[in-house]
């Protein structure tokens, strides 16, 4: 595909996502037939993850805008809107069991703004994270086999306890809020909590989601921070910002109480609200703004090598088998020599710490700080190796 049209299909996108006006949408999505670019749309969609919003847009058009595509996309909705039903139906079915009666949790990300009535099917996500107290885990397993789910615990340490899941809906149960990549964790449950209210469409007592002005810090946070700017999480960030402008305006203390986090959200919130409106008249900065949407993603070579050695060592606790020992043992059944083996070893460790703290770390923090200087409108975006 054209790199021209994949930045023109981005572009609709954004203003779509920004919540541009119904007229101007229309127009483009005209233009775009002309040109025969709507295919491209879709495929920008399907990997920006926003196909839901594109079927929502596509659902009210007039016949005569309507082919292939638009029907595509349709059936994409409808698809994503039965996915994020059965994972919300899941989360519910937990809070309403009787192990779990009147303790408390707060919904994060796209669930919690549909259960704030923000969303109706429009919003993808692939499953839905709870926060909850960490004393209260067991209930919280008590609660999964109640229900006819399996508890998966990540064992990973940080912010995350388990994956609850039953017919391939799923629910991630936490104990924080996600920090600044990997495992670490960001701020705690009693933090949210203080920053939350009773969820407007859900008759679940003591369920809560987070005010306006906390689901903004989190969702920017989660993109720039935890995700390194990876473009779909970006996109969907602006998706969130833009829908929490048009309701409450009330302002609070921060969440994560950091300056960057602050000022990104301050950029996101520009970015939504003038797109829409067409005051964001430089173009350098929308141009920066699409090509740095166009990426494929960030992670280096060291960082999948990591990451793919915390998911095996998951898997062998899961299984109960202590991961070195399971190592040594796989690999002397082998026949594998003592002194080839530690060299090896010894090498593929190397690689993992490089990919956990070495100079994979270190390019993790230059990228975030490309990224966040591309979004005080300073220099080109960080880009995939």
Not at 284 to 308: P, Y
């Amino acid at each position: 595909m054209a790199s021209d049209a994949r930045m023109d299909a981005v572009e609709f996108l954004v203003g779509l996502v920004c919540g541009a006006p119904a007229d101007r949408l229309v127009e483009g999505w005209r233009r775009l037939g002309r040109e025969g670019l709507r295919p491209a749309v879709m495929e920008e969609a399907a990997r920006l993850r926003v196909r839901s919003a594109l079927g929502s847009f596509c659902a009210g058009l007039p016949a005569e805008d309507l082919d292939e595509t638009a029907e595509v996309a349709v059936t994409a909705l409808a698809f994503g809107r039965a996915r994020t039903e059965e994972a919300i139906a899941l989360a519910l079915d937990l809070c309403r069991s009787a192990q779990v009666e009147r303790r408390r949790a707060v919904f994060v990300k796209g669930a919690a703004l549909v259960l704030a009535g923000l969303f109706s099917g429009e919003r993808e996500f692939g499953d839905v994270d709870v926060v909850v107290e960490p004393e209260e885990v067991l209930e919280w397993r008590a609660a999964a086999a109640g229900v006819g789910a399996a508890w998966e615990p990540t064992l990973a340490g940080g912010y995350e306890i388990a994956r609850v899941v039953r017919a391939g809906a799923l629910v991630e149960l936490h104990s924080a809020l996600p920090g600044d990549g990997g495992h670490v964790a960001g701020p705690d449950f009693g933090a949210l909590w203080s920053r939350s209210v009773p969820a407007t469409a859900s008759v679940v007592a003591d369920l809560r989601v987070p005010r306006h002005h906390a689901a903004r810090e989190i969702s920017v946070h989660h993109a720039v921070f935890h995700h390194r700017g990876d473009a779909e999480y970006v996109l969907r960030a602006l998706q969130d910002v833009a829908r929490l402008e048009a309701g409450e305006v009330a302002e609070g203390d921060g969440l994560y109480g950091r300056e960057d986090v602050r000022f990104s959200v301050a950029l996101f919130r520009r970015i939504a609200t003038e797109w829409v409106s067409g005051r964001l008249e430089d173009h350098t900065f929308r141009g920066v703004l699409l090509e740095g949407l166009l990426r494929e993603g960030v992670d280096s070579n060291e960082e999948r090598f990591a990451r793919g050695v915390d998911n095996w060592i998951d898997a062998s606790r899961r299984e109960g088998r202590n991961p070195l020992a399971f190592a040594l043992r796989q690999a002397f059944a082998r026949g594998t020599q003592p002194k080839p083996f530690v060299s090896r070893f010894s090498g593929l460790v190397g690689r993992y710490v490089a990919g956990r703290f070495g100079h994979g770390a270190a390019r993790r923090r230059r990228e975030e700080e490309m990224w966040l200087s591309f979004l005080m409108g300073r220099g080109a975006p960080p880009r995939a190796s």
